[in-house]
């Protein structure tokens, strides 16, 4: 396409928006009595079920979506990534994380040069270090072995690695790796966070991972000097070498910092924060807690479902065929909004981090060569594990909004539980749920007649009337190890990219955070001014200025240079 040139100019952009006038005439309950639809809408691989049968659509749509994806040049986009062609054009950087996950002896090249190598130098240091602080061979400066870690880190260096941690922390195998030890992951600048993290722990027997490929992301770092005043506190500062390590690139500052660079583990530009828990960012920690056995198990499940979009005709392709969804229901039936249903209370940190892979990369108003999108992009994505959503916000998706569903089913338990004399068991009455949810959804109950079958009162017809045809898909894993988990991430994470380039926006930027924090410098260094030499609250808009006048009025007992202080739990 020209450079200039938008998706919605093309030829099956405008099929598909004329098509939507045919399917508003359908309704599920009907579709659904189509087995030949039905089962043309079913894909299977690597042990991943996904049935998107209940969408809006019919076989005619997809064939429309799939020329979408032909004008969009879906498949030299998929190319152009793997190939290591930069195609972050605002950063001028290649977007490799599937690199993070590649076999040993793949290539795969940035600028000339094989990265896999490098990639997996790093795994191997991880992995020998991860090693030593678990076999006890690396202790601390007491000569304590360190069984606890805190991950510093913020955004993508925080939610990717903590929905992999919550997610394996009951997986049997997982479990018998993780004996004796603890993971936590401090994030917020929030000295509350700090309390919490430090809770209930020794520093004498605590490790300190602190992620930041720059290592001056403002946060992190105040979190990793205040965590580096608790463990020289204790210890005295000569400690630091021996209790903190760095994920970062910035060599000169982690030595500045303290941390011996030898104890840098190092990731790249062709990183983004959002996908970046394949590289140390997420496999350090993980490692540390879990074995590095258990994490390239995850890599590997992340690898088997890049091989598996780079390659898959677009019919069986499930992150393909998830994106296409996507774009179809945001951009032509005008459902903005995405739930993310895990019926596995293990994936409850799955959409947090889904909605900041998706809403980060996809939140975007131009295309990627500057032009203004003349049509919506970017969906906005919650969820929660169910049955707890049905108790809170699907009485909407059932009578309010119509919001696409995605349920996400496991076949075996991480932790069964049977009982003597119940009609089921505890997984298959969840499972229950997760079968019964999106028929309720795309079936609905709609004649006064059926109601009135049923005893309904003649006033509450109307409120007791579910008009279904509403979408939802189901994907369904047979299990829940650290390979599925990796199969489920890498299979989120390129539907994302899959969307992007149908839009045609750039996916791998992230210039909307970059406002917020340099506004906020102007009030940190007013704060400062203003607790320190009384300066009053200058240079803002009248409500700014009110708000700050009022907090510093209010926390006035503060002195102007406190001592240090450190959170008392």
Known sequence: MASTSLICDTQPWKDLKAHTEDIKKTHLRDLMNDKERCESMMVEFDGMFLDYSRQCATLETIDK??????????????????????????????????????????????????????????????????????????VGATGKPLKDVIAIGIGGSFLGP???????????????????????????????????????????TTLVVVVSKTFTTAETMLNARTLREWISSALGPSAVAKHMVAVSTNLTLVEKFGIDP??????????????????????????????????????????????????????????????????????????????????????EKFAPHIQQVSMESNGKGVSIDGVPLPYEAGEIDFGEPGTNGQHSFYQLIHQGRVIPCDFIGIVKSQQPVYLKGEVVSNHDELMSNFFAQPDALAYGKVTAEQLLKENVSQHLIPHKTFSGNRPSLSLLLPSLNAYNIGQLLASYEHRVTVEGFVWGINSFDQWGVELGKSLATQVRKQLNASRTKSEPVEGFNFSTTTLLTRYLQASSDIPAEPPTLLPRI
């Open 262 to 347: 030898n104890n840098a583990f190092a990731f790249w530009d062709w990183v983004g924060g959002r996908y970046s828990v394949c590289s140390a960012v997420g496999v350090l920690p993980l490692s540390l807690q879990y074995g590095f056995s258990i994490v390239e198990k995850f890599l590997k499940g992340a690898s088997s479902i890049d091989e598996h979009f780079r390659s898959a005709p677009f019919e069986k392709n499930i992150p393909v065929l998830l994106g296409l969804l996507s774009v179809w229901n945001v951009s032509f039936l005008g459902y903005p909004a995405r739930a993310i249903l895990p019926y596995s209370q293990a994936l």
């Open 162 to 204: 903590l929905f992999v941690h919550a997610a394996l922390q009951t997986d049997p195998e997982a479990v018998e790796f993780a004996k004796g030890r603890q993971l936590r992951f401090l994030a917020n600048v929030d000295p509350i966070d700090v309390a919490r993290n430090i809770a209930g722990l020794n520093p004498e």
């Open 65 to 138: 979506l799939y020329k979408l994806a032909e004008a969009a040049s879906l498949k030299q986009q998929i190319n152009r990534m793997y190939s290591g062609e930069h195609i972050n054009s605002t950063e001028n950087r290649s977007v490799l994380h599937v690199a993070l996950r590649a076999p040993r002896d793949a290539v795969i090249n940035s600028d000339g040069k094989n990265v896999v190598p490098d990639v997996w130098n790093v795994l191997d240091k991880i992995k020998d270090f991860s090693e030593k602080v678990r076999n006890g061979s690396w």
